[in-house]
């Protein structure tokens, strides 16, 4: 099984990225998934998941209003949009789904 994310990079604050995860290997239909970070030097945090049918999703406060996830089970894709980026939410974004891990991607909120 493989997760890989896309979608990072250097953004100004009060910008917009949208992240991709790419699923092969498992039922991705079957599998509620999850969004995590890390920013250097702390530990990886719990950004957000959502629910196998997309129906219930749940964010952290500190991202909550500003980014939103959602998924298509026919491209088993997870997204995150993420919205009014602040240098705090600057990290290495990484997806999760059956304990699986993808190998992350940067981004980097600055002016």
């Known amino acids: 099984a493989q997760l890989v994310e896309f979608g990072g990079g250097l953004v100004q604050p ?3 990225l949208r992240l991709s995860c790419a699923a ?3 039922t991705f239909s079957l599998y509620g998934m999850t969004w995590h970070r890390q920013a ?3 530990e990886r945090e719990w950004v957000a998941g959502i629910s196998s049918t997309g129906i219930s999703t749940n964010y952290a406060d500190s991202v909550k209003g500003r980014f939103t996830i959602s998924r298509d089970n026919a491209k088993n894709t997870v ?3 993420m919205n009014s ?7 290495v974004y990484y997806c999760n789904g059956r304990t699986y891990w993808g190998p992350g991607t940067q981004v980097t909120v600055s002016s």
């Open 24 to 26: 092969s290997g498992f």
């Open 40 to 42: 250097p030097g702390k």
């Open 14 to 16: 009060g910008g917009s």
């Open 79 to 81: 997204y995150l949009q």
């Open 85 to 91: 980026l602040k240098p705090e939410d600057t990290g």
